[in-house]
């Protein structure tokens, strides 16, 4: 007797607004909130197949996690657009998504993305059954195995992390923070919005450390941060409570106009620092008031010298 197949995923479609919280210099939204509209409209096309996050916890005793989410930004956000979002399935675990607003009439694309989803079992779940048929593959024993990305820097006894994860020379920018439960999933891990939250908050950071902040940055050049990429991946848990150490590098200035960098997130366990989570993104300056408002900035060089090398 033959078996049939699960039937295929259908498309779908979720219409919203970004959040009065992302517009923070004049009306235009912050790339975190680009993601935040990506993870609903994810959570959306599990509950279009019929297999919520709510449905697959006290149903499957699983935990919806998203593991990966890689997002390109072509056009800016508006604080009162209105968003669609379409979710398509991908290969694997990988789903599509795109962002689109209308803007004199025109579809306009504000995002292309792909974002991988893993479905974990959870220690507090009232039952445990294997994952719908549709969604088997998406069934990870843990996050480790779900991302293959763990890793692990060994610590010296008595030694400080700063020592391990920002040597002498490398340039890199360390902030530590206790993860607390509203980042967190399931009574238990920091979820991927919160790394995405770390991300935004590790870039600040790190410029105001190098004397470039984002305040000092839009008082004397009218210049606000502008993200066109990011992508933000889990490693392994990170458990709640736990003191993330987070540790922002900026690897490369592209043609004085954007600068990338490089975000990874470790936790301290016993004589190891184990990696819970890294991130990429691609940052730059627009231009926030005057003629030129909405261009991007050209970085001279004193700040292309500040981002490559240490504080001033």
Known sequence: MSTLAPPAPTPSVLVSRPRYEGANIRTWIGFKHFMYLVEEAVLNWLRDQGHGAHALFHQHGLGTEIVDCSVQLPAVLEVDDEVRAEVVAGTGRRLRVQLSVSRGGQDVVVLRGHVTVALLPETDAPVHQPAPAALATWE??????????????ALPAGADPASVLTPDGSGAFLWSWRAPY?????????QHSGYVRALEEVVERFLADRGISVGRMLAERAWIPVVS???????????????????????DVLREMMFSGRMDCWVHRGDRLVQV????????????????AGQLARLDPEVCAILTGDRP
């Open 277 to 292: 989570a890294t991130a990429t993104i691609l940052h730059g300056y627009a231009i926030s008031r005057g003629p030129d």
């Open 140 to 153: 990870a024993a843990t996050l480790d195995a779900a991302t293959g990305l763990r890793s692990e820097l």
């Open 229 to 251: 990429r990011a992508r933000v991946r889990l490693a392994g848990p990170a458990h709640m409570e736990e003191t993330v150490h987070t540790v922002f590098t900026v690897d």
């Open 182 to 190: 509203f980042y967190c999933h399931f009574s238990d891990r920091v």
